[in-house]
């Protein structure tokens, strides 16, 4: 049986991965942009080097980040090149609204494995109670995705709610920071836990010793906002590789894919073959969709026809929350260290719901100090400056569920020329979710003062709604669908019988804790047990 996966990022790795294993004869079907040339040859020339050989020219050319000041918060690039953001290609033109931050799809091979941070927590129940399956249902599917991943972490309280499902976990040391944080969260552990506040070291997808593909374990360099040389932190690139060198599997770029539908016992994909720049239609016995929200929904709803119909993506509201640590220690700015999250802090918010709110605290660390509205900061010796203030500093990354924040309409139009459809964002900020995130902020500032730290929620920034690439939820999996938009509980829209969605764009609804595990897990699930 020959099935085709659209897309190589995590949702599609993890449903070509459960193809494979199978039997199935799976084709992976991508775009596949890649990093430029010129970055690509510095990544691999620093990727066998000794940090203290890194010449300041190659980090330099890797830490450029056009999005570093003004009024939004700053993208993280794949070493200095924004291109993984797909937002301006001819065959797949958006529109999008609205000024500022907006989400965006990827084309490049890996999707967005390749420049994300590597968080990582499975849903808990009371996080997807719209859901058609149980989170017992997806525990196999947690356990064999965490087989495929290094996971870091497993101090504190987190599993109580958020099992790691594999044993034993990496031991990634935190910052100078995050160590103190971490003394002081295990401190106040007990009074936490009557506020339902559980807290760990950050659960991070981070590889702690060598792995396929030329992977190196993490050395701690302080690097990891400009992009891992070494391939540390987690992508699907090297295990795509690996995976396509079976002789059942392979990988087709080039292929951009606008079109799926059934046809008799065929299923078809159509789309454009970039490299020559021609329509394309290709067969297969079943089709699995894992494009990303933006892309996946774009080629639903233009297989469909519905043009002209405003669908909802719903995302987790994110925002930054600037505190204060009563004990300082070095950053790491001055002290080489994971620029990561070092703690995860997920607690429950009376004022709004029982769902958790998650922050990921992260150390001071070079992004934060060059986007933040210090004074002084461009003036030579500026760290040194700064240094004493700065130790005493540290970030809140926080993200609220679905139920909680704003929404992005996505709306597919017809060109007027006859050229290819414009999907047109328009990201609505909801007064609502403004408000909750206050509350959510308010609530912190209470706890913080448990574990010697002060939130600061006067100096709290919003961040756009869908900017930081947590969406989906545009065709909901439902028991029962009974609406154009909506999925069963194999991803099938359409009543379909072997089209399959796969990534976020099939979840009903999305959690504040973390996507990308629960992504994968489902997209496992999906994949193990269609009926093919």
């Not at 033109?93 to 590597?118: D, M, Q």
């Not at 669908?311 to 080489?336: C, D, N, W, Y």
């Amino acid at each position: 049986m020959k099935v085709a996966v659209v897309g190589s990022g995590l949702s599609g790795f993890a449903a070509a991965h459960a193809l494979a294993g199978r039997g199935f004869h799976v084709t992976i079907l991508d775009v596949g942009e890649t990093l430029e040339t010129h970055r690509a040859a510095v990544v691999a020339r620093l990727h066998d080097l000794p940090r203290e050989e890194w010449s300041v020219d190659d980090l330099a050319l890797l830490g450029e980040n056009s999005t570093i000041g003004g009024d939004s918060l700053p993208k993280k690039v794949y070493f200095g090149s924004d291109r993984i953001y797909g937002v301006n290609r001819p065959f797949s033109p958006i529109t999008t609204l609205v000024e500022g931050r907006a989400p965006a799809p990827t084309f490049t091979k890996g999707g967005f494995s390749t420049v994300w941070g590597g968080a990582s927590l499975p849903i808990d129940a009371v996080d997807m109670t719209d859901w058609p399956v149980s989170r017992a249902e997806l525990d196999p599917y947690f356990q064999r995705v965490a087989d495929l991943m290094p996971l870091c972490g497993g101090t504190g309280t987190l599993s109580q709610a958020f099992p790691p499902y594999k044993e034993p976990l990496g031991d990634l040391r935190a910052s100078p920071q995050g160590q103190l944080l971490l003394e002081d969260l295990a401190h106040a552990a007990p009074r936490l836990a009557r506020t339902g506040t559980l807290y760990g070291k950050a659960r991070l997808a981070i590889h702690t010793s060598a792995a396929e593909g030329g992977v190196l374990p993490c050395n701690g360099c302080g690097y990891c906002f400009t992009g891992c040389v070494r391939g540390s932190i987690y992508s699907t690139l090297p295990q795509v590789d690996s995976l396509t060198r079976r002789p059942h599997v392979e990988y087709r770029s080039g292929i951009y894919v606008d079109t799926v539908g059934e046809a008799g016992r065929d299923v078809f994909v159509e789309g454009m073959d970039l490299v020559a720049t021609e329509r394309v239609r290709l067969r297969f016995d079943a089709v699995f969709l894992a494009a990303g929200p933006l892309n996946s929904t774009r080629v639903l709803l233009r297989s469909r026809g519905l043009y002209d119909r405003v669908v909802a993506l719903k995302e987790t509201q994110k925002f930054v929350l600037p505190m204060l640590r009563l004990r300082g220690a070095p950053t790491a700015i001055e002290h080489s260290s994971v620029t990561m999250a070092s703690v995860f802090l997920e607690t429950k918010v009376p004022a709004l719901s029982d769902h958790w709110v998650h922050a990921q605290i992260v150390p001071m660390n070079t992004l934060v100090f060059d986007a933040g509205p210090l004074p002084g900061k461009t003036l030579p010796g500026a760290h040194r400056l700064w240094r004493p203030a700065l130790r005493h500093m540290m970030v809140a990354w926080c993200a609220m569920h679905s139920d909680h924040s704003s929404t992005v309409e996505l709306t597919l139009r017809r060109d007027p020329g006859g050229g290819p459809d414009r999907l047109e964002l328009n990201p609505r900020e909801i007064p609502a979710a403004r408000a909750a995130a206050q509350k959510a902020a308010r609530d912190l500032f209470r706890k913080g003062l448990m574990f010697k730290t002060v939130f600061l929620p006067p100096l709290m920034k919003l961040a756009n709604p869908g900017s930081e690439a947590h969406c989906g939820g545009s065709f909901p999996m439902r028991k029962t669908p009974r609406d154009v938009l909506e999925s069963d509980t194999l991803g099938r829209p359409f009543g379909s019988t072997r089209i399959f969605a796969v990534d976020s764009s099939v979840l009903p609804s999305i959690p504040g804790t973390t996507l990308a595990f629960s992504v994968m897990a489902n997209a496992y699930r999906i994949a193990s047990e269609a009926p093919l």
